[in-house]
């Protein structure tokens, strides 16, 4: 066994016994925030300048890390690769040592558990090459550049936060003519390594996991020991990652994807009896998730009257029942009655005529049980029409009462 492979298996050994267990890598890992010092040892196949007439070489690559940032790190490597000369077939060798920079890119995963995670990550610097080809030593400048990945090993509960990492790169080193192979200024290599990435704790380990929630169902991961509650936005029993009807009235009766089964719907306003504060809302009112009336203002053409009076017609009737109704039985309710015209006739009269007609829908709800202190009222004319007079279709739209529903 050659000295330099005596020294490298040295370096790597020292490297195992330093990685405490609790260490962590920043760059193996998801924690962010960390300052992690770490150290690589990698085997190296070397594709060499065919300038120099040699084989491709091999070797090994020792590495010392710091992660300054979540995806940032500053490396300085030394790389050692001998090559059997053509001529004689005795060694040339080259050892670099540079400092890199390298940005990874977070950690990706496969929808499939039987591909490992990975990270990948750029890297590129600058430093120094001493080398010996045909018996002649130099030292060059050099610069690098390179790609990789960083896949996490873990091995059931074991994870040290240990990586193996894959890794090419081009070496660039200025010859300057002054040594072999001549007349060559620039002698570019290419390098392929895989090794292991080893972190360094140095006095500080993992971040704390997080508290685990506040639940009453959980569920632990065994191999982490993660926990996770099963959420239940509306208490209806059914988790949301299978709840089809996320918004259920609490106390609503739900089938097994959180809707709500057939428990009647008195009112028809969208929600159940069962859960319903509110049963007896008119037709056409928005209302909340307990069916209660929100503030709102709609417009009712099918409240009509008698032509040029303020006459309310049976089919108005009917539909004011409604409304007396729901305004009875939702107390922190008021309305404004607005009423208007179309413009056929003088605008005074009618100006006069739509506020007699608010004040007649106002005295007929008072008559059905509506406390006068809730009804207030007012008249438009044709001054707020909502469509064209041109045509009697537009006319019929514009004659039409508005309630303003306003919450106290």
Avoid at 96 to 125: C, H, I, Q, S, W
Avoid at 379 to 406: H, K, M, T, W
Wanted: glycine share 12%; net charge negative; hydrophobic share 40%.
């Amino acid at each position: 066994m050659t000295t330099q492979i005596r020294n490298w298996l040295s370096l790597l050994g020292c490297a195992v016994v330093l990685a405490a267990p609790q260490a962590m890598a920043l760059s193996a890992g998801d924690q962010q925030g960390e300052k992690e010092f770490y150290l690589g040892a990698f085997g190296a196949y070397e594709i060499g300048d065919g300038q120099r007439e040699s084989k491709n070489g091999y070797g090994f690559q020792g590495t010392a890390g710091w992660a300054y940032n979540d995806n940032s790190s500053l490396e300085l490597s030394f790389l050692g690769v001998g090559r059997k000369r053509d001529l004689d077939g005795r060694k040339d060798y080259l050892n670099a040592l540079m400092l890199n920079y390298v940005r990874d890119f977070g950690m990706y995963e496969f929808a499939t558990p039987l591909l490992p995670r990975f990270k990948p990550y750029v890297l590129t610097g600058g430093g120094a090459v001493l080398e010996d080809v045909r018996g002649d030593s130099h030292f060059h400048p050099a610069i690098n550049i390179g790609t990789g990945l960083l896949i996490p090993l873990r091995f059931g509960s074991w994870d040290w936060g240990w990586g193996l990492r894959t890794e090419v790169k081009g070496l660039v080193q200025y010859n300057a003519k002054d040594s072999a192979p001549a007349n060559e200024n620039f002698l570019v290599d290419f390098q392929a390594l895989v090794g292991l990435h080893i972190p360094l704790s140095f006095g500080h380990s993992r971040k704390p996991a997080p508290p685990p929630a506040d639940c009453a169902v959980a569920v632990v991961d065994p191999v982490t020991g993660r926990q996770d509650c099963l959420a239940d936005s509306d208490h209806d029993g059914v988790q949301d990652a299978k709840d089809q009807c996320p918004d259920t009235v609490a106390g609503t009766v739900v089938n097994e994807v959180g809707c709500a089964v057939d428990n009647g719907d008195a009112d028809h306003d969208g929600v159940p009896d069962i859960g319903d504060q509110c049963p007896n809302t008119a037709a056409g009112l928005a209302v909340d998730g307990q069916g209660c009336a929100v503030e709102q203002t709609i417009s009712l053409q099918s409240v009509t009257f008698e032509t040029a009076s303020a006459v309310l017609t049976g089919q108005a009737t009917n539909v004011l029942d409604g409304f007396a109704r729901a305004l009875s039985g939702q107390g922190n309710i008021k309305a404004e009655i607005a009423g208007h015209t179309d413009n056929v006739g003088s605008p005074a009269f009618n100006m006069t005529l739509s506020k007699q007609r608010a004040a007649a829908v106002r005295e007929y709800l008072i008559s059905k049980g509506v406390a006068g202190n809730l009804l207030s009222t007012t008249g438009y004319g044709q001054e707020q029409p909502i469509a064209s007079n041109d045509d009697e279709a537009g006319r019929a739209l514009n004659r039409r009462v508005d309630f303003r529903i306003v919450l106290e």
